[in-house]
């Protein structure tokens, strides 16, 4: 009977907690309710740098001018670019996708050539984005970290201050926006942990993998 009583109490304490995790899941991850009738004729999406918030400590900043930070940032914004880019178009080969992603060389020459400088992008809405690249969508991200989370910003950060990074924490959003209505059609939220990785391609694989079963272009 105790066996049994410890046991029953084992499993609603296990039931509890695989509740609690999916909860937290779902509160990370939404998806717009008119997902289907906003996004149905779209083709194409283009991912825009990403917004990168890099909170380095005192002495790091101490050794760091306020433009040496902002072309770190930028740099960084550009690398997870390049890296959810790499994603999709796996996720594409694999036939798992029902979209396609314009080329993040065009997509950042469209941008240039049309003076959007990477501190600017903020200013410009999803629709003023879609109609200059030509999509129907755009993917947006932001990220709060207190290290980069390129290999690239490591080496930076070891050049500039004469220090190894060790793996970053923070929090990272990563948003599809209709170029047409402006409305968030999918937004996706985790807190970055050393166990997503120790580079741009690692943590975005690991991000998404999280987050695939509920992206909502995944082929059905």
């Excluded at 690239?152 to 190894?164: C, F, R």
């Amino acid at each position: 009977m105790k066996f049994l009583t410890i046991t029953s109490i084992l499993l609603c304490f296990l039931f509890a907690f695989s509740f609690d995790v999916s909860a937290q899941f779902v509160r990370a991850t939404y998806t717009n309710p008119d997902f289907d009738q906003l996004a149905r004729n779209h083709k194409t999406l283009a991912i825009i740098p990403f917004n990168v918030s890099a909170k380095l400590r005192p002495k790091q900043m101490r050794n760091m001018t306020e433009e040496e930070l902002d072309q770190l940032e930028e740099r960084e914004g550009k690398a997870m670019q390049n890296a959810l880019h790499s994603y999709f178009l796996m996720r594409k080969r694999k036939r798992s996708l029902s979209i396609d992603f314009q080329d993040v060389t065009r997509t950042n020459s469209l941008l240039a050539k049309n003076g959007i400088t990477y501190d600017v992008l903020g200013a410009y809405t999803s629709e003023d984005l879609a109609e200059m690249l030509g999509v129907d969508g755009i993917v947006s991200g932001m990220i709060f970290t207190d290290k980069p989370v390129s290999e690239v910003g490591a080496i930076a950060i070891k050049v500039l201050l004469g220090e190894s990074i060790a793996t970053n924490t923070g929090k990272v959003a990563i948003n599809i926006s209709d170029g047409k209505t402006e409305q968030l059609l999918w937004k996706y939220e985790k807190e970055l942990s050393r166990n997503l990785g120790s580079n741009t391609n690692q943590i975005v694989n690991a991000l998404m993998r999280k987050a695939s079963r509920k992206f909502p272009y995944s082929s059905r």
